[in-house]
């Protein structure tokens, strides 16, 4: 399984990312070792993510994602919470 999230950094900026283990992944930005982008940033609080089959649809989404303007991720984030009951 793959995943696709959106973390939010110390600075409320956010960081969109793909992995095969998401919570080793979260270890990994939170002790520094993340993304070059996030490691001035932590800690970072992981606000949504979603699950692909295959890497390739992982990546394609990831991009989509990263294209999106700040706004419209948050959307994402505050339809994902809202999905969490």
């Not at 793959?2 to 939170?30: A, F, M, P, Q, W």
Request: hydrophobic letters at 30%; proline letters at 1%.
């Amino acid at each position: 399984m793959y995943y696709v999230y959106i973390v939010e950094c110390k600075d409320g900026t956010l960081y969109t990312g793909y992995t095969v283990n998401l919570e080793k992944r979260l270890i990994s930005h939170n002790e520094g070792k993340g993304a070059k982008y996030t490691r001035g940033r932590i800690p970072v609080v992981l606000k949504y993510f979603e699950e692909h089959e295959n890497k390739n649809d992982a990546l394609k989404r990831e991009i989509k994602i990263k294209s999106l303007r700040k706004n419209k991720k948050l959307e994402l984030v505050n339809s994902f919470k809202n999905n969490i009951k």
